[in-house]
C-alpha cells in the first residue's frame, strides 16, 4: 500500500509556473514508477507525465513538452512537477499516482492508462 499526497497547487496568471510535490508513504517509494495525471471540467482524465523508479526515464504529453518537468528524490520519497509558460488550458485537478510496472521500451516510458495507487488532487488554476 502506498499514500500520495499531493501539495503546491493554486492559482497562477498565465505565463506563471508552479512546482507541485508529491510526498509517498508506505511501500519503498522507489520501486514504483510515479506520475501525473490532471483532469479538467468535462474533460477525461489525461496522463502528462510519467518518470521511471529511477528517473532514467521519462514520459510527456505532447501538450506539456518543454514547458513541464518531472523530476523525483528517491531518498525523501517525493516525486515533483515543475509546471512553467502556464496556460489557461493547463487548469485542471493535477493528481499524482504510482505504477509498479510503467512500460519502458528503449529507454522510453509509454503513456499509462492507469495506476495503482492515486493521491487526493490539488487544484490548479492558470487565470488570464
Known amino acids: 500500500q502506498v499514500q500520495l499526497e499531493e501539495s503546491g497547487g493554486g492559482l497562477v496568471q498565465v505565463g506563471g509556473s508552479l512546482r507541485l510535490s508529491c510526498a509517498a508513504s508506505?511501500?519503498?517509494?522507489?520501486?514504483?514508477?510515479m506520475g501525473w495525471f490532471r483532469q479538467a471540467p468535462g474533460k477525461e482524465r489525461e496522463f502528462v507525465t510519467g518518470i521511471s523508479r529511477a528517473g532514467g526515464s521519462t514520459y510527456y504529453a505532447d501538450s506539456v513538452k518543454g514547458r513541464f518537468t518531472i523530476s523525483r528524490d528517491n531518498a525523501k520519497g517525493t516525486v515533483y512537477l515543475q509546471m512553467n509558460s502556464l496556460k489557461p488550458e493547463d487548469t485542471a485537478v493535477y493528481y499524482c499516482?504510482?505504477?509498479?510496472?510503467?512500460?519502458?521500451?528503449?529507454?522510453?516510458?509509454?503513456?499509462?492508462?492507469?495506476?495503482?495507487?492515486w493521491g487526493q488532487g490539488t487544484q490548479v488554476t492558470v487565470s488570464s
Open positions: 499516482a504510482a505504477k509498479s510496472f510503467p512500460v519502458i521500451t528503449a529507454g522510453t516510458m509509454a503513456p499509462w492508462r492507469s495506476a495503482d495507487y
Open positions: 508506505g511501500r519503498a517509494f522507489s520501486t514504483y514508477g
